[in-house]
């Protein structure tokens, strides 16, 4: 069973990126997702989190107005469309997935399923 992000990059201030979150073995749709991130030096930390529905997001304060947490159920893909980044985004983003379905849960320890990360840096 495998959880893969990607998408990241290196973006210049005020850019975009998107980034994916799919599996093989997993179905997505039946969980709850969470993109997560964490910089050298901090807790990982939740950035927007999905209900299996689709009828509850939660972003971090940080994120909100910028990021968008979106899925795909087609694709089993898992999206997080970011604009307006800044360089305090910068950090290894993480998918992760919760099939407890007890709700949209920020906390880390709730979540079953990690992808590897995938970098993402903005320069100023």
């Known amino acids: 069973v495998q959880l893969q992000a990607f998408g990241g990059g290196l973006v210049q201030a005020g850019g975009s990126l998107t980034l994916s979150c799919t599996s093989s073995?997993?179905?997505?749709?039946?969980?709850?997702i969470g993109w997560f991130r964490q910089a050298p030096g901090k807790e990982r930390e939740a950035v927007a989190c999905?209900?299996?529905?689709?009828?509850?997001?939660k972003y971090a304060d940080s994120a909100k107005g910028r990021f968008t947490i979106s899925r795909d159920n087609a694709k089993n893909t898992i999206f997080l469309q970011m604009m307006n980044l800044k360089p305090e985004d910068t950090a290894v983003y993480y998918c992760?997935?919760?099939?407890?379905?007890?709700?949209?849960?920020?906390?880390?320890?709730?979540?079953?399923?990690w992808g590897q990360g995938t970098q993402v840096t903005v320069s100023s």
């Open positions: 999905i209900s299996t529905s689709d009828t509850s997001t």
């Open positions: 992760a997935v919760d099939f407890k379905r007890l709700g949209v849960r920020r906390d880390p320890p709730a979540y079953d399923v």
């Open positions: 073995g997993l179905i997505l749709s039946y969980a709850s």
